[in-house]
């Protein structure tokens, strides 16, 4: 009960800031608009991960960060041999590509149809 009354908080954070910004004249200095927003998203930010679903998603984040430092990050060396061997499988694969499509042409159209060119 208390995370959906928190969740209303900080929808109203969020809303109240997106309202101010609306509410001030549009002659006022745009960086006090943008501030009224960047304030409520931060108050509704706040507020949400006090909630048990803000903590689980807090400990989530600092989890995947702690599994990315653990990778272990292709050279530049590997990266350019990898690169190179996409590049090569993919010319070889445009090549056959061209070729069974022009001799399911010739097969088609001049030896089935009879419709020579």
Do not use: C, H
């Not at 309202?19 to 001030?24: D, E, H, I």
């Not at 689980?56 to 050279?75: H, R």
Request: cysteine-free; charged content about 20%; hydrophobic content about 55%.
């Amino acid at each position: 009960m208390a995370d959906k009354f928190k969740f209303v908080v900080a929808a109203i954070f969020l809303i109240a800031g997106i309202a101010v910004f609306r509410v001030l004249p549009d002659d006022t200095n745009g960086i006090f608009k943008l501030l009224a927003v960047l304030i409520g998203i931060a108050l509704a930010t706040l507020t949400a991960f006090t909630t048990n679903a803000g903590k689980d998603f807090s400990n989530f984040v600092k989890e995947a960060i702690t599994e990315t430092k653990k990778v272990v990050w292709p050279t530049r060396k590997e990266t350019i041999q990898t690169t190179m061997v996409v590049f090569g499988f993919v010319l070889i694969m445009a090549i056959f590509l061209y070729l069974t499509d022009k001799s399911l042409e010739w097969i088609l159209y001049d030896l089935i149809l009879g419709w020579k060119k």
